[in-house]
T-cell receptor
């Protein structure tokens, strides 16, 4: 049972524009959310996170938004750069359960020059 | 720190053979996770350990899969006997338990091919 869902397998945007990646989750017990970035032949690397007590967290060009009532989070990348092209995974975890992260299927972002 | 180290990077084996994947977590981390990456399901959590104790193995697909963590610096994921549908990339990750949420650090993965 997929507790974390990324319904868009791919996204293509023009360099300089905004990239918006979406993620939905089903378990209301999740209280910490993360985005990971993955290049081919490498392991996922942490990008940005947000606690359930917040609705927004920003780090440079990356912003994560959390809508708890809708069980939805999104990652905004502004402006998008060709080096951002990668697979992005959304993850959700429960702090009291040792942060056991459950991941979505991933969205492949392509930023065109 | 060298990060999470997985071995081997690539493994090709014949159906029916035993396969053992290895992981060395980051020193000081007390949680260790095994994930399997597939196109359809993304990163599936197979099992995770806290302080070397298995906490949740509900993601282990079948009894053919087993995992151990004999000490804080080493873990194995074993498949016996292996089947072609086990072909995937297997990732190990580690983290330091936190009361405010924390990220896990991933190894580079083991690409397993069962022919």
């Amino acid at each position: 049972d997929q507790q974390v869902k990324q319904n868009s397998p791919s996204l293509s945007v023009q360099e300089g524009r905004i990239s918006i990646l979406n993620c939905d989750y089903t378990n209301s017990m999740f209280d910490y959310f993360l985005w990971y970035k993955k290049y081919p032949a490498e392991g996922p690397t942490f990008l940005i996170s947000i606690s359930s007590i917040k609705d927004k967290n920003e780090d440079g060009r990356f912003t994560v938004f959390l809508n708890k009532s809708a069980k939805h989070l999104s990652l905004h990348i502004v402006p998008s750069q060709p080096g951002d092209s990668a697979v992005y995974f959304c993850a959700a975890s429960r702090i009291l359960y040792n942060n056991d992260m459950r991941f979505g299927a991933g969205t492949r972002l392509t930023v065109k020059p | 720190d060298a990060g999470v180290i997985q071995s081997p990077r690539h493994e090709v084996t014949e159906m029916g053979q035993e396969v053992t994947l290895r992981c060395k977590p980051i020193s000081g981390h007390n949680s260790l996770f095994w994930y399997r990456q597939t196109m359809m399901r993304g990163l599936e959590l197979l099992i995770y350990f806290n302080n070397n104790v298995p906490i949740d193995d509900s993601g282990m697909p079948e009894d053919r899969f087993s995992a151990k963590m004999p000490n804080a610096s080493f873990s194995t994921l074993k498949i016996q006997p292996s089947e072609p549908r086990d072909s995937a990339v297997y990732f190990c990750a580690s983290s330091l338990t936190s009361t405010v949420g924390t990220e896990a650090f991933f190894g580079q993965g083991t690409r397993l091919t069962v022919v």
